[in-house]
């Protein structure tokens, strides 16, 4: 691992145990790491290794944030089994395949097939080649790649519906979990 990257991470998460508004776990120990990589055929971002090896974050009292269903929210990394693990990590996946197979179709992919099996075979080519990506919190996401860090942090509600949470994971804590205070008089009694 990169010493930035690992500084990043670490960085990310003393500032989340600093905001003392989530119950954190021990952090994820190598072996952890070693079964959660194995199991799920990615392995972690340097920055995001290290955050979830500083602490697991493990529930956000009072949040729930899960672009579909009830349940979601910090990655339950310690139970690899569980169905919204499975979910959250093939979200970002399910949502493009679907939009695509709905008419959407990015750009530099050539021309869209306009039989639908051909589309989706095309489409499930292309994805193959894209980065992994691994939830952060919800519906936020790092790409996955040892060695790499520093990356912003996606938002991917749809495939159409992703913007950049943080332009790190560091500065995506601030965004997320600390309280902004808003100046502007109106809207900040309704924010």
Known sequence: ?????????????????????????????????????????????????AFLGAGLPVRTPGCVDDPESEGWGWPNWRQPSSDALKEQLDWPLTTALDEILKG???????????????????????????????PVYAHRYLPAGRGSSGHPVLSIHRLTDTIVYGHDLAHYIDQE???HEVTAPLWRHYT
């Open 1 to 49: 691992m990169t010493d930035a990257g690992v500084a990043l991470g670490v960085e990310a998460a003393r500032r989340l145990a600093a905001l003392n508004v989530m119950d954190i776990q021990p952090g994820l120990t190598d072996a952890e790491f070693d079964c959660i990589e194995r199991n799920f055929g990615f392995e972690f971002a340097d920055d995001h290794r």
């Open 177 to 179: 979990f600390r309280t």
């Open 104 to 134: 959407e179709w990015p750009p530099g992919w050539g021309r869209r097939p306009q039989d639908l099996v051909a589309r989706e075979a095309k489409a499930r080519r292309h994805l193959s080649q894209v980065p992994r990506m691994i």
